[in-house]
Structures are given as C-alpha cells and as structure tokens.
C-alpha cells in the first residue's frame, strides 16, 4: 500500500527539508519561519521543487497574509511545519527504527 510517507522516504533531500523545518520551530507549532534558501547538495530548482512537494503533501503551510518582518534577501515568515508534517517525520524515523531493529 502506497503511503504520503513513501516518497519522504525514499527522497532524502525531501525528508532533509522538512526535517529543517522541524528543527528550526522546536515546540513552538505556531511560528512561522524564513525559507530555506539553500540546502547543501540541491539545486536553487529542486528546492523549488521540493518546497512544492511539502505544501503539497500538507506538511508544510505557507503564510500569504501579512509579514510583519523584512529581511533584504529572505523570504521571511514564509512556512510552518502542519502536524501532518510532524507526524509524517515521526512515522518515517518509527519505521527506520523498526528497520534497525530488526
């Protein structure tokens, strides 16, 4: 059976990402962070690419309503981690333990 969490499996570059965006709000679910402008070992287009998978699949939400900060050169408060995304990391690192494991 085909999962969402199939294809955060088997790219590493997506799972990279949106394990950034994991780690960057901590606990704080309602904080929205700058993009990610670069990510080592990916190209300006698949970074693209890949923030379009995450909205996507609903791991991410980008913020279109006001931003009240402005960084020259970032897309400030741009993204949030949803907890479809949380969970889809949590899921992938439970399976990759069980892998381990056995």
């Known amino acids: 059976m085909f999962d ?3 294809q ?3 790219d590493p570059n997506l799972h990279r990402l949106l394990d950034h965006y994991s780690q960057v709000s901590g606990d704080d679910r ?3 962070q ?3 402008a670069e990510l080592p070992g990916v190209s ?3 970074l693209v690419k890949l923030h379009g998978e995450l909205l996507a699949y609903d791991w991410l939400e980008q913020n279109t309503g006001v931003v009240t900060i402005r960084k ?3 897309v400030a408060s741009c993204y949030r981690i949803t907890p479809a995304g949380r969970r889809a990391l949590r899921l992938v690192a439970a399976d990759a333990a069980k ?3 056995a």
Request: aromatic residues 4%.
């Open 4 to 6: 969402d969490e199939d």
């Open 8 to 10: 955060l499996r088997a």
């Open 44 to 46: 300006a287009k698949e």
């Open 34 to 36: 700058d993009r990610l």
């Open 72 to 74: 020259p050169g970032v």
């Open 30 to 32: 309602d904080a929205w």
């Open 99 to 101: 892998g381990r494991a």
